[in-house]
């Protein structure tokens, strides 16, 4: 006979959305990790698919209460709740939010059942706001996974500073992407075939940016230098290399920057030195046009913990990121792999000299330390907290709520 279900809260697909990807891949692995049990997913409306109930409706003030009763009614074993700001932020007819209130009220609601909580956001320099909601949410909840540990010893530096007790129910649990999506060099032309670059005269190597285009990835970076770059490693090497650019739009509100990317994109591919391809970075295919690039630079300027990299990290590519960069930089020092850069001088250096350097492609492409299952680190993590549920059960702070 079955066991209760475990039931997890979040965006889910076909939503363009991060955390609806990484649900969808999470919910997999826990499924596999958990055989006598359902994984169900309760999703905001625009969620689909077998097992997951879209009754997250945020137009509604109150929005929180069907989840409620929702989980109620099924009952759940554990509920593992992903959070991100956006996610759960009620504006009401003047486009005033309420700071997340309903996400509290939830929580709150839901406390007969032990809640794992999965913050995706949390700045190692937390505003007045986000450290007060930590602090609230980490009351609410049985356990609180962070993806770094930077995260959690700046925490107790904050909370300390505030004279607030830190949390004693926080654990790290890296962010993670699949293991089993790895693809030989000799299966790289049916990649290419799969989505058509055979038929553009893409060059043999080719440097990728990949994934969700939006203004804080910051793709304007290498494109405005991209045409030097190609021009100096021609001289050096006599080789070509193209810069496949691949994605898509998620917020409307970076529209602006994502049709100039575009366009400069295209004109680079009029000159023979770039592609651009649009598709939706989720799945299969996240990895797959990943996985045919000889390696990846991933700019950004705004990035709490990175989805992009935890997958280039999984597929064992060589890749270059901006430092410092909260969980950018702590994702590539752990895991002793991928080149960091501070200017753009120094970017273009480093795009040189991993094309130019196949040893040091081969080196950053195989770190010492990379998890040999990322994603199953996730799933690991939830399992090692829902075996010790009872033993965990609100142990921070039990004196009172603010």
């Not at 994502?258 to 004109?267: A, D, F, G, N, R």
């Amino acid at each position: 006979m079955p066991g209760n279900p475990i039931v997890m809260i979040s965006s889910f697909p076909p939503r363009l959305c991060g955390i609806a990807t990484f649900c969808e891949e999470a919910r997999e692995f826990i499924q596999k990790a958990n055989p006598d049990r359902e994984v169900l997913v309760i999703s905001h409306t625009d969620g689909a698919g077998e097992g997951v109930f879209p009754i997250i409706d945020m137009t509604r003030s109150d929005w929180w209460k069907p989840v409620a009763d929702k989980i109620e009614e099924l009952d759940p074993y554990a509920v593992h709740v992903e959070h991100e700001y956006g996610l759960y932020e009620y504006r009401d007819p003047r486009g005033i939010g309420d700071g997340n209130a309903g996400f509290i009220n939830l929580l709150e609601a839901i406390g007969g059942a032990p809640i794992v909580l999965e913050p995706h956001t949390v700045h190692g320099r937390l505003t007045d706001f986000e450290a007060d909601f930590i602090f609230k949410v980490c009351q609410r909840s049985h356990v609180v996974l962070f993806k770094c540990h930077y995260q959690k010893w700046r925490l107790d530096w904050t909370f300390h500073g505030r004279g607030w007790p830190t949390p004693r129910n926080i654990m790290v649990v890296p962010h993670g992407a699949r293991p089993d999506k790895r693809w030989a060099i000799s299966e790289i032309p049916e990649l290419r075939r799969q989505f058509g670059l055979d038929a553009v005269d893409l060059a043999d190597h080719v440097v990728g940016m990949i994934g969700w285009i939006q203004s804080n990835k910051r793709w304007d970076i290498l494109l405005s230098m991209w045409e030097d770059i190609h021009r100096e490693i021609k001289e050096q090497s006599g080789q070509d290399w193209d810069l496949l650019a691949a994605g898509a739009m998620r917020d409307p509100n970076h529209r602006r920057d994502y049709e100039e990317w575009k366009s400069e994109i295209q004109l680079l591919a009029r000159k023979g030195l770039a592609h651009y391809h649009e598709f939706i970075p989720r799945g299969d295919d996240y990895y797959k046009m990943m996985a045919l690039c000889d390696f990846i630079v991933l700019p950004s300027t705004d990035e709490t913990q990175s989805g992009t990299l935890a997958r280039i990290i999984a597929l064992n590519k060589p890749y270059i990121t901006t430092a410092p960069m909260e969980g950018l930089t702590a994702q590539t020092l752990e895991s002793e792999g991928g080149l960091l850069f501070t200017t753009k001088e120094m970017l273009k250096r480093k795009v040189i000299k991993l094309a130019l350097d196949e040893r040091l492609r081969l080196e950053t492409s195989l770190p010492v330390h990379v998890s040999e299952d990322p994603l199953s680190a996730v799933v690991r993590g939830t399992g090692k907290v829902l075996e010790n549920l009872n033993r965990y059960s609100k142990v921070l702070i039990k004196s009172r709520r603010y």
